[in-house]
């Protein structure tokens, strides 16, 4: 069942890919705020309480919901159940216009078009940044976008729903990037997340997000040159902020020769698909041109083609066992 809801998902969300601003990421940031201005009292205890409700609780009835249609009205409806799951936590069309319109200005030869589109995705000042940086930067978010909207979802569905728990890692995964992001910053109403909740929501993302940036890592090292970017994480990890983005980004670099790292554009308001840059040490590799786009593309495509197949081997090996 994995492999054909994840590729049902993928057909889907190419074809009709959700508005980013649609009703069901409105309901869950409400649901993220609601229950933080409810329950947050700024103790670490109950932070954890607070983060399990907003998280753990939507996660069961997903789970719940998928146990009762596959026992008690078929399977079939269990697959749709998961598809329509997928089709709103995972996904490239998520993003990939950001990446697709920024190229195509720096193709048609307009830089100043191509820093105003970064700035818009990011919420970033771009300044006067040269051609090379817009590249590089682009390049960076785009990865780090790609694993927490399509790798990381794909890791926890498929690794929960092989062992009986449908689409509970999906959400997990989801929700928790999410009220990470939504707690850093002040809600409409102006109300803050306490610090406890802040470090809670934190530590909770950075843990669940450990091994698929490291599974992501690993599969740009298989489709791409294996030792460079194994060499590139183990080396070059570091000079990212973020350690998990940081093993992304280095095995990304290594993986295609390309010079990633760097100064920071200044955020203003950054993006939750914002990767985290060096301040100021970078990978060894080329200077990033527009020409590496179609080799980040060829990447990322490879390794969703490499984990697609071997989801299907599990899942038929969990059919015939």
């Known amino acids: 069942m994995s492999f054909f809801a994840i590729l049902l998902a993928l057909v889907l969300e190419q074809a009709r890919p959700l508005n980013p601003v649609n009703v069901i990421y409105t309901a869950m940031t409400r649901w993220i705020t609601w229950v933080a201005r409810t329950l947050d009292a700024g103790i670490q205890h109950q932070a954890w309480i607070t983060w399990g409700i907003t998280v753990i609780g939507p996660a069961l009835l997903t789970m719940l919901i998928h146990w009762s249609l596959e026992w008690g009205l078929g399977w079939l409806l269990a697959v749709v159940w998961n598809v329509a799951l997928l089709y709103v936590t995972l996904g490239f069309r998520q993003f990939s216009h950001h990446f697709t319109a920024i190229r195509e200005a720096l193709e048609n030869g307009d830089e100043t078009r191509a820093r105003e589109l970064l700035a818009e995705w990011q919420q970033v000042q ?26 990381g979802v794909f890791f926890w569905y498929a690794a929960l729903s092989i062992v009986g728990l449908g689409p509970v890692g999906a959400v997990v995964y989801r929700l928790t990037q999410l009220a990470q992001r939504r707690w850093q910053e002040p809600a409409l109403d102006g109300s803050v997340a306490s610090e406890a909740l802040r470090a809670v929501a934190s530590r909770a993302w950075l843990t669940l997000d450990w091994l698929p940036s490291r599974m992501t890592a690993l599969g740009f090292a298989i489709v791409g040159s294996f030792e460079d970017a194994m060499d590139g994480w183990r080396n070059h990890a570091n000079n990212f902020p973020d350690d998990n983005d940081g093993v992304i980004l280095a095995a990304t670099a290594g993986a295609i020769n390309i010079r990633l790292g760097g100064a920071p554009l200044q955020a203003a308001n950054p993006d939750d698909d914002g990767a985290s840059s060096s301040g100021g ?27 697609l197949v071997l989801v299907a081997l599990l899942t038929m090996a969990n059919l015939l066992g």
Do not use: D, K
């Open 126 to 151: 771009v300044g006067q940044i040269p051609r090379s940086e817009i590249v590089r930067h682009v390049i960076e978010y785009s990865m780090i976008a790609a694993h927490r909207h399509v790798f």
């Open 281 to 307: 040490s970078s990978t060894p590799g080329r200077i990033p041109e527009v020409a590496h786009f179609a080799q980040v593309v060829g990447l990322v495509w490879r390794t969703v083609i490499m984990w």
